[in-house]
């Protein structure tokens, strides 16, 4: 292969995902498809694609680290309005989903819980798992004796 031919792969690469800290969700799932794509290749990948690849993979790691990893729990409120702030999302487009406004406004400001069919729209929604939407189980110990 010409170097100049692995110098156009490379920059077919930069240019759909630069080699930049990533700080958003949409980056941060650009950066995982490029990866998965990479390394399905694994073994074929020529020495500017797997530079490429570490480098990315760094990034993603420390956004995982620092945005991901290092955060308490997260409430479904905090979750749902992070979600509708990197999708630039108003509650009215949510509405559809939930049932109706008031119940997304009471949720939104902690007043209740959303249901789960409402949660199943979300997860649909967003692309992620509906149960971080709802409130965690309580276990309940029980009294072993009788």
Do not use: W
């Not at 902690?110 to 149960?131: H, M, T, V, Y």
């Amino acid at each position: 292969m010409s170097m100049q031919r692995i110098d156009d792969i490379y920059m077919k690469l930069v240019r759909r995902m630069p080699l930049r800290p990533i700080t958003t969700i949409d980056q941060h799932k650009r950066a995982i498809d490029v990866l998965i794509e990479l390394g399905i290749k694994d073994h074929s990948m020529n020495r500017d694609e797997r530079d490429y690849y570490q480098v990315l993979s760094n990034l993603v790691k420390d956004y995982e680290e620092t945005k991901v990893l290092s955060r308490k729990p997260s409430s479904p409120q905090e979750i749902l309005r992070y979600l509708m702030k990197e999708h630039n999302c108003k509650q009215a487009d949510l509405v559809p989903l939930i049932g109706h406004k008031s119940n997304l406004s009471a949720f939104l400001a902690g007043k209740r819980n959303l249901s789960k069919a409402a949660a199943i729209e979300l997860g649909e929604r967003f692309n992620i798992d509906p149960r971080l939407f709802l409130p965690p189980l309580q276990v309940i110990p029980t009294n072993s004796r009788r």
